[in-house]
C-alpha cells in the first residue's frame, strides 16, 4: 500500500463519514484554528466563527495507531476546555468523552 497523507484520510475517509453520521458540512471544519478538525453545533459564519467546536478531532497517516493522536486531541480538549474528542488513523476510530479530568478512562 502506498503512503496516504493525514490529508487524504480526512477527505476521503473522515468527511464521508461524517456525513453519512448526519453532521452537515456547514458544521465541519478542518484545519480550524490550529485544530485538524472541529465538529461544530451551528453552521461556520463569519458571525459565529468563535464557538466552541462540539468536538475536535486528530488524524495520523492511514493504519499509523491511535496513541499519539489520542495525547495530541486530549491536551488540546483539556486546555480548551472542549469536552470530546474523535482520533483516527483512517482504519481505527475512537470517540472519547472527557469528564473533568481528561485521564479518567470512560
Known amino acids: 500500500m502506498g503512503y496516504i497523507s493525514e490529508h487524504e484520510i480526512r477527505a476521503y475517509l473522515v468527511w464521508p463519514l461524517l ?5 452537515s458540512e456547514q458544521c465541519i471544519k478542518f ?3 490550529h485544530l485538524e478538525l472541529a465538529l461544530l453545533e451551528k453552521p461556520y459564519t463569519e458571525e459565529n466563527k468563535d464557538q466552541i467546536p462540539i468536538i475536535i478531532g486528530e488524524t495520523k497517516r492511514l493504519f499509523s495507531g491511535l496513541f499519539e493522536a ?11 476546555g472542549m469536552k470530546s474528542v474523535l482520533v483516527t ?9 472527557r ?8
Not at 456525513?19 to 453532521?23: A, I, M, N
Not at 488513523?89 to 468523552?97: A, I, N, S
Not at 469528564?99 to 470512560?106: F, G, L, P, S, V
Open 99 to 106: 469528564n473533568e479530568d481528561i485521564n479518567d478512562e470512560q
Open 19 to 23: 456525513h453519512v453520521l448526519g453532521w
Open 70 to 80: 489520542r495525547k495530541q486531541a486530549e491536551d488540546c480538549a483539556k486546555e480548551h
Open 89 to 97: 488513523d483512517g482504519g481505527q476510530y475512537m470517540l472519547r468523552k
Open 31 to 33: 484545519e480550524w484554528n
